[in-house]
């Protein structure tokens, strides 16, 4: 089992066992804190060399303070083994420092990555972009846009959309990118008809 967040649910189907969690920013410190309390071992991978550049200090004292949290720093996820019928029956990860790789048979992988947005590409291509670099859509884009409101999902440029962790004031979770994506698509529909009807 892959998963994006931690909620009592997830907590509980994991209790007793190893899990892993890969990610050194605030969410996944409070993912391992919290999973602390339910699994027998939470073995945190970060590929820094340590919190101190992406976690708060107050959590860092926390998981330097709970037993079961096992912290691995520059060290990389490198496989998920297992079937589709199955699931997922053991991981690989290797430790950059040390220069080895090691499987265990771990069933629960927890995933806190990608906090910070890819959009760098899109500086100089004038599509707004919030304070934190997240494509600004809907309301938020008008300001940058030429007179026109942008749809929910567009953003200032007309025909560019953008859904999922890129688009800011997203939630942050795969079923919501998944919605945001089905809902997308009758948005370029209607985008892609008015400009034949202009044309």
């Known amino acids: 089992m892959s998963l994006y967040w931690a909620s009592a649910l997830e907590a509980k189907m994991c209790a007793q066992s190893e899990v892993i969690l890969v990610g050194g920013g605030n969410s996944a410190g409070q993912a391992a804190v919290f999973l602390a309390g339910y699994a027998a071992k939470v073995l945190m991978l970060v590929r820094g060399p340590s919190l101190a550049a992406s976690m708060s200090r107050y959590l860092i004292d926390r998981i330097d303070a709970t037993p079961t949290i096992e912290l691995r720093p520059n060290t990389v996820l490198t496989q998920l083994h297992g079937d589709p019928v199955a699931g997922l029956a053991a991981v690989s990860w290797h430790d950059r420092r ?11 992988v927890f995933l806190f990555v990608g906090a910070e947005p890819e959009t760098d590409w899109l500086i100089g291509c004038r599509i707004g972009l919030d304070a934190h670099g997240f494509v600004l859509t809907g309301r938020p884009a008008a300001s940058y846009a030429n007179g026109q409101e942008p749809a929910p999902l567009e953003s200032n440029l007309p025909g560019v959309f953008a ?9 942050k979770r795969v079923g919501g990118a998944i919605g ?20």
Not at 98 to 108: F, S, V
Not at 163 to 171: N, W
């Open 180 to 199: 945001e994506g089905a809902a997308v698509v009758a948005m370029i529909h209607q985008r892609l008809a008015v400009s034949q009807a202009i044309a």
């Open 98 to 108: 040390a220069g080895l790789t090691e499987q265990r048979p771990i069933r629960h």
């Open 163 to 171: 859904v999922g962790d890129v688009r800011s004031g997203s939630v």
